[in-house]
């Protein structure tokens, strides 16, 4: 069989073009980090104009889970939440927030590796954040904190935006729907499968770590978290018993979480 070298050139320029294309491709991701400028203009322009600032916060949560569980359940939740609403994308996540006093340390300060920042610095950063979405073309800054010691900054931060906003296409929203589904939306789940107060806790229990183990297990210390006696406020756990925690057992309030926020974000955002 004789092979003719035209038809070798003609099959390599093929192969050379369908990979550079392959590559020139923007990629489907609704992270506003992996975009280039230029791919993220073209998405605002066809409509993609709701973008999510997903808030964390780096601190202690007993000797089982790592600092940095909110900084990876708010980026999970958001990128679902966003991939759910079509119209979205997502911002990089706030690590930064307010965690108590360091001088003298106190609430989750009083264990190694938390961070804090200022109420007041941590609502200019919001502002300043949200407000360059608005300069970018995005009319919907929606806000989504996994933590609940900075709520109350959220809805100051939304409020005061949208004043100043006034006139123009730019909003911004904090849907409580995010963390009350999270906190005591879950916990309910839990009681009616069984589980006690006492159980589910409200920091590093039952509740928290079966959510970290749906969204990140790597997170999780399970040879600790299963071969430890029961945990307390010394250890940084509160209000809960995070020895039976599981990823079979936090899916469920995943799922709540992303289908209650999607729908309130389509609420709040609906005929803009």
Do not use: C
């Not at 230029?38 to 601190?59: H, S, V």
């Not at 407000?131 to 009319?139: C, T």
């Amino acid at each position: 069989m004789i092979h003719h070298p035209w038809r070798r050139a003609f099959a390599l320029a093929v192969l050379l073009f369908a990979t550079q294309a392959a590559f020139a491709q923007t990629p489907k991701t609704v992270l506003l980090q992996d975009l280039t400028w230029t791919e993220l203009r073209d998405q605002i322009q066809a409509g993609k104009t709701t973008i999510i600032i997903p808030i964390g916060g780096t601190e202690q949560s007993g000797p089982d889970v790592a600092l940095g569980k909110h900084n990876a359940r708010a980026a999970w939740l958001s990128q679902r939440i966003a991939e759910g609403l079509g119209n979205a994308l997502v911002a990089p996540v706030i690590a930064y927030v307010p965690e108590g006093s360091y001088a003298p340390p106190t609430a989750h300060m009083r264990f190694p590796g938390t961070i804090t920042i200022p109420d007041d610095v941590f609502e200019k950063m919001l502002e300043s954040a949200a407000n360059s979405f608005a300069v970018h073309g995005f009319r919907n800054i929606v806000f989504l904190g996994d933590h609940g010691g900075y709520q109350k900054d959220l809805q100051r931060v939304a409020a005061h935006l949208n004043k100043t906003w006034s006139g123009s296409a730019a909003r911004a929203f904090a849907p409580p729907e995010y963390y009350a589904t999270s906190s005591d939306g879950y916990a309910q789940i839990l009681r009616q499968r069984g589980y006690r107060d006492d159980e589910i806790g409200t920091h590093a229990g039952l509740a928290d770590t079966s959510l970290q183990l749906a969204v990140a297990p790597q997170m999780v210390r399970l040879d600790r978290l299963h071969s430890s006696a029961k945990l307390g406020p010394a250890d940084g756990v509160y209000g809960g018993d995070p020895r039976r925690a599981s990823a079979a057992l936090g899916r469920p309030g995943i799922d709540a979480i992303v289908s209650r926020t999607v729908d309130a974000i389509r609420k709040d955002t609906a005929g803009r």
